[in-house]
T-cell receptor, first 114, second 114 residues
């Protein structure tokens, strides 16, 4: 799976959009971009994933550049409860009896302040 | 039921003890995982089970012994652990047979070896 690079930390004001970048310049054509977050002392939580199109769900939006070498996770209206470590992960598809490793990098510590 | 349940939440054990961690899910997921997370570090994959068979062992020491007795249960048996094995142990599950999916993580067992 391709490696990812994220800034170690970011700050965001409550109510503003939080834009978390991720570089994955060695991504292959069939590899997906996943985002997870981990709030202190809890298990990681799935946020969103995408292949090449932009994606949106109730939690966030994922913008993937046309060359797929980078992506941005957008939390449109950050709250204090969004303070967490955010992990960007690139991995290939899995199917049938196969499985895929989910390998975590160092992630970005997002701090949302009042 | 959309949760992965881990028990116990906290465990303190001596280096000569034998203990077990338990993980349970009822989402019909046929892949299950054990991760280990040290303080301020990302989760690290230990074991992968696919259709109740061990698929990946990430060179984990034999004092950690996984077991998958059925499609809903995953155990991690612990014996003769060292203080450096103190960590948060996370269980996760995911569907198989599809091209994109997210893992569901439990809240973890915080293990302290004394």
């Amino acid at each position: 799976d391709a490696k990812t690079t994220q800034p170690p930390s970011m700050d965001c004001a409550e109510g503003r959009a939080a834009n978390l970048p991720c570089n994955h310049s060695t991504i292959s054509g069939n590899e997906y971009v996943y985002w997870y977050r981990q709030i202190h002392s809890q298990g990681p939580q799935y946020i969103i994933h995408g292949l090449k199109n932009n994606e949106t769900n109730e939690m966030a939006s994922l913008i993937i550049t046309e060359d797929r070498k980078s992506s941005t996770l957008i939390l449109p209206h950050a709250t204090l409860r969004d303070t967490a470590v955010y992990y960007c992960i690139v991995r290939g598809p899995a199917g049938g009896t196969s499985y895929g490793k989910l390998t975590f990098g160092q992630g970005t510590i997002l701090t949302v302040h009042p | 039921d959309t949760e992965v349940t881990q028990t116990p939440k906290h465990l303190v054990m001596g280096m000569t003890n034998k203990k077990s961690l338990k993980c349970e899910q009822h989402m019909g997921h046929r892949a299950m995982y054990w991760y280990k997370q040290k303080a301020k570090k990302p989760p690290e994959l230990m074991f992968v089970y696919s259709y109740e068979k061990l698929s990946i062992n990430e060179s984990v020491p034999s004092r950690f012994s996984p077991e998958c007795p059925n499609s809903s249960l995953l155990n991690l048996h612990l014996h003769a652990l060292q203080p450096e094995d103190s960590a948060l142990y996370l269980c996760a599950s995911s569907p198989t047979g599809v091209h994109n999916y997210g893992y569901t993580f439990g809240s973890g067992t915080r293990l302290t070896v004394v």
